[in-house]
Nanobody
Framework: VQLQASGGGLVQAGGSLRLSCAAS????????MGWYRQAPGKERDLVAK???????NYADSVKGRFTISRDNAKNTVYLQMNSLEPEDTAVYYC?????????????WGQGTQVTVSS
């Protein structure tokens, strides 16, 4: 599975950005896709995830501001980020995870930088 992320950039506090991540290759129908982020000097933390079944999870720090969605037909996950704060500045990584009878498959996309200026 290959992941292609896009949509990062520079935005002022209070602004919005939308990230996209498209999966290609040998994908599985049952999977989870989502986003982690890593700020300088910090660990990579989960931001949001979206199961192919439809359920979602969010980090407490982004609840009410970020919305994750996906298009299963396109194997694409989106992260709409509103009311951005300087603390949201990080490299955002999309991921794809599928647990199958043949094993657990986990893939990272390339990071995309999100910078929020105060």
């Amino acid at each position: 599975v290959q992941l292609q992320a896009s949509g990062g950039g520079l935005v002022q506090a209070g602004g919005s950005l939308r990230l996209s991540c498209a999966a290609s290759g040998s994908t599985f129908s049952i999977n989870v896709m989502g986003w982690y982020r890593q700020a300088p000097g910090k660990e990579r933390d989960l931001v949001a995830k979206h199961y192919s079944s439809g359920s979602t999870n969010y980090a407490d720090s982004v609840k009410g501001r970020f919305t994750i969605s996906r298009d299963n037909a396109k194997n694409t996950v989106y992260l709409q980020m509103n009311s951005l704060e300087p603390e949201d500045t990080a490299v955002y990584y999309c991921y794809y995870n599928a647990e199958t009878r043949s094993g657990n498959y986990f893939y990272w996309g390339q990071g995309t930088q999100v910078t929020v200026s105060s």
